[in-house]
């Protein structure tokens, strides 16, 4: 038979009761000092994120704010464009006061949105996230009609200084220039959704876009707003 040996601690079990519960103590200390540097990491993450993502907003809002102003001067130009080319079915056609010049404009970047990690935009609060994720929607969708217009003033641009136009070239003119008309009638419909998303956002246009650009942009921008009639 063997004989149960009675197990008696050096220094009484009271002794070894205070020793684990030392090491449990220092284990959860350990354990909440993980996930407070955890917590904090995530918190500077989300907050350098998010200011990434503000400072890019902010100088689309920016684009935006500039290529809406920039509606009048389209309409105007466009209107006077169509009429320069429906001149010349009557075999006199007007002539326009200086080159056709396609109007100037901003990038809209993305590119902080786009590489964003996917933790990180987890951690992002819902309701920011979702606006964060509404504005850069439209400004894709603004970013596509800006290139669509851009493309859409070199079509009309390659018919500068001509003295002869025939009927294909001239509908092709005329349709360009309704496209043009067309997408500055667009781009109202997308500030409500814009500013509403920016608002909540608390964002606001950065002021320093001209500033900081190409003095030539401003330049460029009077002249292709001058009449051509």
Known sequence: MFRLLKLKPPNGWNAVGWELAIVTLGVLIALGAQELVQSLHWKREVSQTQEALDAELSRNLAVFDFTMAQIPCINGRTEE??????????????????????????????????????????????????????????????????????????????????????????????????????????????????????????LKPDPQLLKAANPIIPRIQDAACKPYL
């Open 81 to 202: 464009l169509r009429k320069w080319a429906e001149s010349f079915r009557t075999g006199k056609p007007l002539r326009l006061k200086h080159e056709i010049i396609p109007l100037p404009g901003f990038m809209v970047r993305t590119e902080a949105w786009e590489i964003i990690d996917g933790e990180i935009a987890s951690r992002i609060p819902l309701q920011p996230r979702l606006n964060y994720a509404g504005l850069y929607s439209s400004m894709r969708t603004f970013r596509d009609v800006k290139d669509r217009t851009g493309d859409t003033w070199v079509t009309i641009a390659e018919f500068d200084g001509s003295t002869r136009l025939e009927e294909a070239d001239i509908r092709k003119i005329i349709l360009a220039t309704k496209d043009l008309q067309g997408m500055a009638e667009i781009l109202p419909a997308f500030k409500t959704t814009i500013d509403r998303h920016a608002r909540e956002l608390g």
